[in-house]
């Protein structure tokens, strides 16, 4: 009898312990979306991720996350492509937002390779873009100085403000340590990829496409370009001067890896300003939409992105945010 219930208690404390590492999260959760997720010692799984850019020597794997240029940002979907006959496991795993004041990452995503690849040295992993815009940029509603300095959720807001300035500050002094950076010198490139991009988009022309923004939104914008050609067979788009007004909106860094603060990626959002001319035709030449004569201000919210540890990094265009 004794025996017995020794072997009862046993079980019932394996049973707790068991509970203890495995814990279920609920069906939504700001990382995954609408995608369940669990937990195992403290390592997230998310069921629900999709494009991480992930590159290997021997196979590439679409895991990881995909940004969005609408109203509603959707960062998470469901896996893009199930791996057949796949005989090692790929995680990506993102770890949580570290404090700004300890002086650590803002946000780390890291992708492991499973333990056999890691081995034997069969699979490297390179994480080439996020594939995500962290912390989307959205315009606060003015307060009040009486407000803000007199009532408790004006101090909250306060208080709100400051942290996002800080993180803005942290990215920006990560990004100045790059040799040959200068504000004004990224301003004039992000004019010209502006201006490029939206001149391959005009022409239809995906392969150069490519080179200028990230995977995530060279897909965005392949659809794009083919619903506009079932609709216009010609697209002028002309953009007149220099640009009326471009300013920093928020800075962001996403770490990839929690030892070195220095391998991360770096994204600017900005507003653009510029004045342009489109016109949209048929088959046969009929104007259709817009008006090549005519000069219209144009305001857009870009996204760009640079890695900080690849070599020969420059400046892609990561995700648009609607206006």
Same mark, same amino acid.
């Given at each position: 009898m004794a025996f017995s219930r020794l072997n009862a208690l046993r079980n019932a404390h394996k049973t707790v312990n068991l509970c203890k590492t495995l814990t279920f999260q609920p069906p939504y959760s700001p990382l995954n979306g609408s995608h369940g997720s669990f937990l195992i010692k403290g390592t997230r799984f998310c069921r629900g991720v999709d494009h991480l850019n992930a590159t290997s020597e021997t196979t590439s794997y679409g895991i990881g996350y995909r940004s969005i240029g609408s109203p509603s940002f959707n960062l998470f979907n469901g896996f893009s492509r199930s791996l057949e006959n796949a005989k090692l496991l790929h995680s990506a795993v993102v770890g949580d937002l570290l404090d700004t004041v300890n002086h650590k990452g803002f946000s780390t995503v890291q992708a492991k390779a499973p333990p056999q690849a890691r081995q034997t040295g069969a699979l490297k992993v390179s994480i080439v873009s996020p594939g995500f815009i962290y912390e989307p940029y959205e315009r606060r509603e003015p307060i009040s100085f009486w407000r803000r300095w007199f009532t408790r959720r004006g101090w909250k807001r306060t208080k709100e403000d400051m942290f996002l300035e800080l993180k803005?500050?942290?990215?920006?002094?990560? *990004?100045?340590?790059?040799?040959?950076?200068?504000?004004? !010198?990224?301003?004039?490139?992000?004019? !010209?990829?502006?201006?490029?991009?939206?001149?391959? $988009?005009?022409?239809g022309d995906k392969t150069l496409l490519r080179k200028f923004v990230t995977e995530n $939104?060279?897909?965005?914008?392949?659809?794009?370009?083919? !619903?506009?050609?079932? $609709?216009?067979s010609s697209v002028y788009w002309e953009m007149i001067g220099p640009?009326?007004? %471009?300013?920093?909106?928020?800075?962001? $860094?996403?770490?990839?890896?929690?030892?070195?603060?220095?391998?991360?990626?770096? !994204?600017?959002? *900005?507003?653009i300003l510029t004045k342009q001319k489109f016109a949209a035709?048929?088959?046969?030449?009929?104007?259709?939409?817009?008006?090549?004569?005519?000069? %219209?201000?144009?305001?857009?919210?870009? %996204?760009?992105?640079?890695?900080?540890?690849?070599?020969?990094?420059y400046w892609r265009l990561c995700g648009r945010i609607a206006v």
């Open positions: 803005s500050a942290y990215a920006v002094a990560k *990004l100045r340590k790059l040799k040959g950076y200068s504000k004004q !010198q990224f301003y004039n490139e992000a004019i !010209q990829l502006y201006k490029e991009i939206n001149t391959l $988009m005009a022409k $939104m060279y897909s965005i914008l392949k659809n794009e370009i083919k !619903q506009r050609e079932s $609709m216009w640009a009326v007004k %471009v300013r920093t909106l928020r800075a962001r $860094m996403i770490g990839v890896d929690k030892n070195d603060l220095n391998k991360g990626f770096i !994204q600017l959002t *900005l507003e035709y048929d088959s046969k030449g009929t104007l259709i939409s817009g008006d090549k004569t005519k000069e %219209v201000l144009v305001r857009d919210i870009w %996204v760009f992105e640079r890695s900080l540890f690849h070599s020969g990094a």
